[in-house]
């Protein structure tokens, strides 16, 4: 019975971590240009690329909360940080490329590489960060 005394903490920080992953993919859904969700339903590889790099940069800096956490709240407040550096992380990159949702919504590689590769980069030295 010692081995799962920590399961009710577990779920607690899963189901929390999983709440702020949907609360994510919203708020970054809304916050791009492109309705990543339907391209991906149209089969647009870029979109699916873009995305999916950009969720596990915001993955990993939210695994570093939860590992580092003092407490449930503390880690909400340090994955809603890393919500908006991710979201800040799209729009820095949208200034660099102003057409950027429309080459991904044309199912155009380069800039969603770009944009995946810039989210999860950042995504790392975020997580990196939050070790404190």
């Known amino acids: 019975m010692n081995s799962i005394s920590g399961l009710s903490d ?23 240009a492109h309705n990543e969700l339907a391209l991906i339903r149209q089969d647009v590889t870029a979109a699916a690329v873009a995305l999916g790099l950009s969720l596990a940069g915001f993955a990993l800096p939210l695994a570093a909360a939860i590992f580092n956490a003092q407490s449930l709240l503390d880690c909400v407040v340090w994955g809603l940080i890393a ?21 991904i919504a044309d199912g155009r590689m380069a800039p969603a590489v770009l944009l995946g590769a810039v989210s999860f980069a950042v995504g790392i030295v975020n997580a990196a960060a939050m070790t404190y």
């Open 83 to 103: 919500l908006i550096v991710q979201i800040l992380v799209y729009w820095l990159v949208r200034l660099a490329i102003p057409d950027l949702s429309r080459r």
């Open 10 to 32: 577990f779920l607690l920080y899963l189901a929390t971590a999983l709440s702020l992953i949907g609360l994510y993919l919203a708020t970054y859904t809304f916050a791009t």
